[in-house]
């Protein structure tokens, strides 16, 4: 290994590369920790070389020199996965790729773009030209476009835009494969699905092609109501009303201790509702909350959520919980988890009522293929590994589909099953299954290129 990688640092000339111990230490993480399970076996993981290409051109001489001396690589976005997914579990070299980050061309309804740009940056460029995003991660700000695509799902915005799967969100896909010789492969409509969520496994994700929509103006607002089931209740009838909404989410009131920024806009007293409302919609929304007999207490843009010193509505729901409530709380972890059709607010109190303290709750919508999505993403009291596959079995008898954020591979966190399609991708954009070795349960050693 030493001789290899000393061989392929030699090729790197003029592309930065490191391998101090704290570059490599940081670069070796993600966001896996949120999870005790995950971080008592990945904590100690290392790659032992980063190389950071700042072109295609610099890409594909990484890519063959990591083929030709049979290095593994595993690809880093903004670092921001919860599961490991950039975690490299043999070694080998990191590729960071956030210096690949041009924005190539904005047209109306479509963005080309590299890999690399962090989605936060990509965002502003496409609001320039009066667009915007169809969804983003939280983490926005640190996450890649390349990362979302191959290590997410969905985000604030899925609520109106669908998950990213969904047609048309994700229009195209350059990718370069990990040979001797690397190929360009371009793929355009569902067969994007071969790389999707596939944690880089099977190609180098260099350049995309987004669907976008005209820019709003959202205003973020806060709703209060006197009990969880009025909250739910509330955002489940909303969803008929025909309002342009971009973010729909129910937080209970033992975050309000999480969630000391919104100060008296989240007491401990009331569950809330946070929104993204389309400035047209909101007094129509205004009446809603009032009809299910609710209070707003904010409504204000962005720019006014920031001079107040409070938090924009997109960082209120999904992960981003998560992360409040371990900032102040080490004790949590979490769970992602999707209710059945249809929805029936009942059993979330059936299961607040069960999981008393050790559970804490909130809920998103979002749409998946045309229809309403919720999923819950509870905070969970860790109590052990044995504990936590006791719940995950208990809400699976409820009718719910875990997506286990406890596991490194794909198909044991989201996906379920080996994606053949994906797996008979990665034969021919990662022959020598070099790329994020461990990740895909679909590969074995056997299934590599002979030499
Ligand atoms: P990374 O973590 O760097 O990489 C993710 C995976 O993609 C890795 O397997 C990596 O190898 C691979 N990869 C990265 N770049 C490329 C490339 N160019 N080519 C091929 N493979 C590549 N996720 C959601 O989907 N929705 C959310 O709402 C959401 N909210 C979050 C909130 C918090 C607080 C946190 C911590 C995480 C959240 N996430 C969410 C997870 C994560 O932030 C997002 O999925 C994010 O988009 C990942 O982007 P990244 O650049 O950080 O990817």
Known sequence: ??????????????IRVHDDEKTLELRSRDYFWYSPILNEQLEDCRGELVVIPTSQEEVFRVASAAARHRLP????????GNYGQCVPLDGGVILDMTRLDKVIEITPGHVRVEAGARISRLDDAVHET??????YPSTRTLATIGGFIA??????????????RDNDNVTYARIVTVEPEPQIIELHGEAINKIQHAYG???????VGLGLTPATEWVHVAALFDGYDAALDF??????????????????????????????HFPADRDAVFAMVAPADLSRFRAEVENGGGTVTFALTKEEIHQQGLQPAYELGWNHTTLQALKIDKGWTYLQ??????????????????????????????????????????LV???????????????????????DPHVYTIEDGGMKTIDDTQIAFKKQADPYGLMNPGKTRGWTPEMALAE
């Open 201 to 207: 496994t099977n190609g180098i994700l260099v350049e």
């Open 381 to 403: 009291r860790y109590r052990g590994k044995d504990e936590m596959y006791a719940l995950i079995r208990e809400l699976e008898a409820d009718g719910c589909t875990i997506f």
């Open 73 to 80: 690589v595993t690809i880093r976005g903004g670092g921001t």
């Open 151 to 164: 290590g997410g799902s969905g985000g604030i915005g899925s609520f109106r835009n669908g998950m990213l």
């Open 235 to 264: 955002a489940t009838g909303v969803q008929d009303q025909g309002l342009d909404l971009y973010l729909l989410t129910c937080v209970e009131r033992r975050f309000s201790a999480y969630y000391r920024k919104l100060k008296d």
């Open 337 to 378: 988890v999707a209710y059945p059709h249809p929805f029936d607010p009942a059993l979330v109190l059936r299961q607040m009522q069960r999981h008393g303290d050790e559970l804490f709750w909130h809920h998103e919508m979002a749409r998946e293929q045309g229809r309403v999505q919720i999923f819950a993403l509870p």
């Open 130 to 135: 009066g667009q915007e995003l169809l969804m």
């Open 1 to 14: 290994r030493a001789a290899a990688l000393a061989a392929f640092k030699a090729e790197m000339d003029g």
